[in-house]
């Protein structure tokens, strides 16, 4: 649609004779676009004059569309080269500034369809500027290698854009900050000097060609000064030593600078990568609310710099530095865009109002700030870009003087000037209202606490923590350390949760980034309190994690438990597209903040000790399932891919159960089936058992060993075929003959409880069918009795004596129950896995009767439930004292009990009867009650 078609509004011309000779120049004009024309003359000198020098182009332009026109402008741009073209530049300068400003000003295009038109024309300008310049570099022989048709691509020179033009946001007088880069793998080492030689010529011209104001005008005021440590630094260096200033040295604000940054000219590809190179540095794997303390020191200093402190007050008011400018909203939404992009690359938006919109989206802010903030967004931007077109002055600052402010509102099409000074004012107020507490919180009034002895002499060492170290450090946890000892004053048993806190930040390597998100999150200090006054355990786990806080802040943390194949995908989509290392750092990550979730929702009572055993089952089984194929499939990059059908994990144990506890170790095997192949196809192949022995080791190093994310499980694989004598990984085919003629009772009782977690689905169903005729196979009643009866001796006999609080060992213990729930399912060959299940398949074959079932049972679940609590509370054994009032009622309140002596009591019964009825059933004559096992 044409100009006179899509026209909405109108400025109102201040300088009326003016606007009469803009009008003058276009006798043809329609009548409705001439209040445009006079409106735009008549309040800025420099669009009438524009008008003057351009009348014949904009006669024309304006019988067409203003997206027709700005095409022929970068089309005309992008084909600029020769002499002249620092002179033809600024003509299609001329007409892009007068294009927007009329598209602008009446209406017919939105703001950002305005700042894209700008920066569409500033990025053909550059790479007009670029690869004439580099041409010329090239034609003196200058970038060893290069031709003249490399030229179009920057011969390895890259112009990012940052800023509002990185954005996409350019204001209608803009600067523009450009960082240039050369690819230093397009050239010999020993060519390298003399090309960056070349670019930085090349770079200074094309800012020249940009910058220089000669009697056709100027292009883009253009600055250089982002680039790293631009103080010493030539103009254009390579990407390579700017990726080592980054890892080495990179600051805050220019990790806020790159939130915006783009590849816009010359060597895009490469652009691109080198931005790819700098998402660890901008984007922080962990939330970073340090960056707010950051920002708002950085405010502060320019506030001081511009003189912007005090109220808010119209006269000369900076629209984009003052208090409820522009940079307050871009700075609102770019924190936070530090603070939690690095998990959710959805935030990583260039613009401002779409980061809003995916802030809101995500829940880090609420969507009517979003909405408000946004509003005064656009408005602000206009007004700018009002100020600007006046008389294109790379100005913010509103006027001091009456007329000044007649002006601009009539320029913003506003007849009554206090009307418009008091909206505009009401805006700017708003927006400082709604950012400024978000960047400054007040302090929260805490009354002084009284220590005991015990807490002061705790208080006292946390100087000497490493996490204190850092003066940033002590500052920030300063602030933090009144409302911390208040709250932990408020605990059951005061000095015994600061006593566990003690020992969580004594375990912090460091302590800015997590101080920072405790001051901006007050309720993850809630819950650290909470588990310090219950669970020292998990306390020290947070100490060696504490980047699983960040979870708690996703707003899924405390939403029900997904289902298996939905957090298989979870880990799976992490994974997806990272090489061997990083998915082990990820791997680590992903599973520490589920584990840590598993805790918190078990402390708090929202799961019961059953739902903790299976949930923490599901995590293992989806990790094991998880890296079991990049395990593989990392080999293979070496000794080609896995024979025949591949290999199979095996689960046994408690994770083949399904009932892990906070610490458990994996008992893991692994069966394959190579399918007749007897060497592998890569560059160093292998023989299968050697492949699959190779696969094996990596796993186990994979979950076991300690990376910079930490280390997973420790992994136990004596559960194998012929235990630690036998090779770690076995054939399918050698798996069933072991089993059926080898394999000790024992083994089978093991193999009750064996669940495939990983590999080939068809592999994993004839597994399970051998497990399955292995169960068929029960051994004699009396064999089976005598075995399991030797078994049980020899646990007693390695000396692991169980007590009321050691639950696992020892006569009656939960070992003992589940050594004969085992061979309570071998003897009825039930597939089922639980313990429950297998005791009562005891009784279905006719073994235990109902009284027993019942009571093995009962004793099972309470000790498996003070057991889950127990791994939680400590990972060392149980000391009442040591987990104090907090563990100790939580250990009630798990196992159903009242008091501490209670649940002793009940413990002990338990045991005792326990114990009694093993020792009976093991030693029943086969053919007591008529019956024969």
């Not at 939680?872 to 040591?882: C, E, I, Q, S």
Request: glycine share 10%.
């Amino acid at each position: 649609m044409s100009f006179v078609a899509r026209l909405t509004r109108h400025p109102i011309a201040f300088d009326p004779d003016r606007g009469a000779e803009a009008l003058a120049l276009l006798p043809d004009l329609p009548g409705e676009l001439r209040p445009l024309i006079e409106g735009a003359a008549g309040c800025s000198p420099y669009l009438a004059r524009l008008m003057a020098q351009e009348r014949a182009w904009l006669a024309a332009t304006l019988a067409g569309t203003p997206e027709a026109a700005q095409e022929q402008i970068l089309a005309a741009t992008s084909a600029l080269e020769g002499p002249a073209l620092g002179r033809d530049l600024r003509q299609q300068k001329r007409r892009a500034a007068l294009l927007t400003a009329l598209a602008d000003l009446g209406g017919i295009w939105s703001l950002e369809q305005v700042t894209g038109a700008l920066t569409d024309f500033a990025d053909a300008a550059v790479q007009a500027a670029l690869v004439a310049h580099v041409g010329a570099e090239i034609k003196r022989g200058k970038l060893p290698g290069m031709t003249e048709d490399d030229a179009a691509s920057g011969a390895g020179m890259v112009a990012l854009a940052m800023g509002k033009m990185g954005a996409g946001e350019l204001n209608y007088s803009s600067d523009i900050d450009l960082i240039s880069l050369f690819d230093e793998t397009r050239f010999d080492p020993a060519d390298e000097m003399e090309a960056r030689a070349g670019f930085i010529r090349a770079t200074r011209r094309m800012a020249a060609t940009l910058s220089e104001n000669t009697a056709e005008g100027y292009v883009f005021r253009t600055d250089l000064r982002l680039r790293p440590d631009a103080s010493v630094t030539p103009v254009c260096i390579s990407m390579a030593a700017a990726e080592r200033y980054y890892e080495a040295e990179g600051r805050s604000w220019e990790r806020g600078a790159y939130i915006k940054a783009r590849a816009a000219a010359g060597d895009i590809a490469a652009g691109k990568r080198f931005l790819k190179v700098l998402v660890p540095f901008v984007w922080r794997k962990h939330l970073d609310f340090a960056a707010i303390q950051d920002t708002h020191e950085m405010r502060q200093r320019i506030r001081s710099h511009k003189g912007l402190h005090g109220p808010i007050t119209l006269d000369g008011h900076n629209m984009k530095l003052g208090a409820g400018g522009i940079r307050e909203i871009e700075f609102f939404a770019q924190t936070r865009q530090l603070v939690a992009g690095g998990r959710d690359p959805e935030l990583r938006a260039r613009e401002t109002v779409p980061a809003l919109a995916a802030l809101a989206a995500k829940g880090w802010i609420g969507a009517p700030e979003a909405e408000a903030l946004s509003g005064h967004y656009r408005h602000h931007r206009e007004v700018e870009h009002r100020l600007q077109m006046i008389a294109d002055a790379q100005t913010h600052d509103l006027p001091n003087s009456p007329d000044g402010f007649d002006r601009l509102a009539r320029f913003c099409g506003q007849g009554d000037t206090a009307a418009f000074q008091a909206a505009l004012k009401a805006r700017l107020e708003a927006v400082d209202r709604l950012t400024e507490p978000f960047f400054a919180p007040g302090p929260a009034a805490v009354a002084e606490v009284s220590l005991s002895d015990t807490a002061r002499e705790i208080v006292d060492r946390w100087p000497g923590y490493p996490a204190l170290r850092s003066t940033r450090g002590q500052e920030i946890f300063a602030q933090l350390k009144p409302d911390l000892l208040a709250r932990f004053q408020r605990a059951a048993r005061p000095d015994e949760a600061l006593g566990n806190f003690d020992g969580f930040l004594r375990g912090l390597p460091a302590g800015v980034q997590l101080f920072s998100l405790f001051k901006a999150n007050p309720p993850l200090v809630d819950l650290l309190v909470d588990i310090c006054a219950t669970a020292p355990a998990l306390a020290q786990y947070l100490s060696r994690n504490s980047g699983v806080l960040d979870a708690v802040l996703g707003g899924s943390f405390f939403e029900p438990w997904p289902k298996p194949e939905a957090l298989a995908a979870g880990l799976a989509a992490h994974l997806g597209g990272l090489d061997y290392e990083a998915q082990l750092d990820v791997a680590r990550r992903w599973q520490k903040e589920w584990h840590f979730r598993i805790g918190v929702h078990h402390l708090r009572g929202l799961i019961t000790a059953e739902d903790a055993g299976a949930q923490y089952s599901m995590l293992a089984d989806a990790v094991v399932a998880g890296l079991w194929p990049a395990v593989c499939a990392d080999l293979a990059t070496r000794h080609g891919p896995a024979p025949g059908r591949g290999g199979a994990v095996l689960a046994m144990g408690s994770l083949g159960a399904g009932r892990l506890s906070a610490g458990s170790d994996l008992d893991l095997i692994v069966i394959y089936d190579a399918g007749g192949v007897e060497i592998t196809e890569g560059r160093r192949p292998l023989d299968p058992r050697a492949w699959f022995a190779k696969a094996t080791k990596a796993l186990v190093t994979a979950l076991s060993a300690p990376t910079a994310a930490g280390k997973l499980y420790e992994v136990d694989m004596r559960l194998r075929p012929s235990g630690r004598q036998g090779p770690v990984a076995t054939g399918l085919e050698a798996f069933r003959q072991y089993q059926m003629e080898e394999a000790w009772t024992w083994e089978h009782m093991a193999l009750t409880r064996a669940r495939p977690v990983a590999g080939d689905a068809s592999l994993l169903a004839d597994i399970e069918a051998v497990r399955l005729d292995v169960l068929a196979r029960a051994p004699a009643p009396d064999r089976l009795l005598a075995d399991t009866r030797e078994m049980r001796s020899r646990l007693q006999a390695a000396g692991r004596v169980g007590s009321t609080w050691t639950v696992k060992d020892g006569p009656g213990g939960s070992q003992d129950i589940e050594l004969l729930a085992q061979a309570a399912a071998l003897r009825a060959g039930a597939p089922v896995r639980d313990v429950a299940g297998q005791i009562a398949a005891g009784q279905a074959a006719g073994w235990l009767n109902a009284d027993e079932v019942a009571a093995l049972t009962s004793a099972q679940q309470l000790f498996a439930r003070v057991q889950q609590a127990t791994r939680l509370l400590t990972d060392g054994p149980l000391d009442l004292d040591r987990i104090g009032a907090g563990g100790r009622g939580f250990l009630c309140r798990t196992a159903g009990a009242e008091t501490i002596a209670d649940l002793a009591r009940a413990l002990d019964g338990a045991r005792h009867e326990a114990a009694r009825l093993v020792e009976a059933v093991l030693n029943r004559d086969t053919t007591e009650r008529g019956e024969h096992i």
